[in-house]
């Protein structure tokens, strides 16, 4: 079974860029969310979207946004870019979601370079 | 104060050894506790998964929580060159996982 698929693996991008980060879950689960993992650090949340609406948000700011479509596949989008958000992007998805995160299952992560 | 806190390590253990791994945790209201493993340059991986206090095991692998302490555990017994990654607690706190910083672990043969 396809576990979570990201694209793309590597990107670098230069300061006031923008960027979007794709992400397909495991087939059947419906939530995915993202997180932010800076080197050294754990992941940290970004957002969780569930049957498209979005439905908690991390102490981001608005430069990060995402969406998810019909197929439960899901973008991240980041404007803007300041040298730290050079970082790895992980998706999870969720075969639920709400007031319980439950199982999170993360693909192997979109590792963005800020020069 | 972080949510949680977690040694970093490196915690360097020989082949064989059982290792221990430890999170503390302030909010009370955590009820699910997760240990992940990451390798290298990999996204994390789910190892444990466990609601409110007590043990739960999966082969050489035990997770331990203490709520009462705020305190959980995971215990890796006869460990190996491959479980050489980072670990990393999370606890769910509605929709979003909290995690730990990461415990990175090296096995040695």
């Known amino acids: 079974d396809a576990g979570v698929t990201q694209s793309p693996t590597h990107l670098i991008k230069t300061r006031g860029q923008h960027v979007t980060l794709r992400c397909s879950p495991i087939s059947g689960h419906k939530s995915v969310s993202w997180y932010q993992q800076v080197l050294g650090q754990g992941p940290q949340f970004i957002f969780q979207?569930?049957?498209?609406?979005?439905?908690g948000r991390g102490n981001f700011p608005d430069r990060f946004s995402a969406r998810q479509f019909p197929n439960y596949s899901s973008e991240l989008n980041v404007n803007a870019l300041l040298l730290g958000d050079s970082a790895l992007y992980l998706c999870a998805s969720s075969p639920v979601a709400g007031e319980v995160t439950g199982e999170l299952f993360f693909g192997e992560g979109s590792r963005l370079t800020v020069l | 104060q972080k949510e949680v806190e977690q040694d970093p390590g490196p915690l360097s253990v020989p082949e064989g050894a059982i290792v221990s791994l430890n999170c503390t945790y302030s909010?009370?209201?955590?009820?699910?506790f997760m240990w992940y493993r990451q390798y290298s340059r990999k996204g994390p991986e789910l190892l444990m998964y466990?609601?409110?206090?007590g043990n739960k095991e999966d082969g050489r692998f035990t997770a331990q929580v203490d709520k009462s302490s705020k305190y959980i555990s995971l215990f890796i017994r006869d460990s190996q060159p491959s479980d050489s990654a980072t670990y990393l607690c999370a606890m769910d706190s509605s929709y979003k996982l909290i995690f730990g910083s990461g415990t990175r672990l090296l096995v040695r043969p």
């Open positions: 466990t609601y409110s206090s």
């Open positions: 979207y569930y049957e498209k609406e979005e439905r």
């Open positions: 909010n009370s209201a955590f009820q699910y």
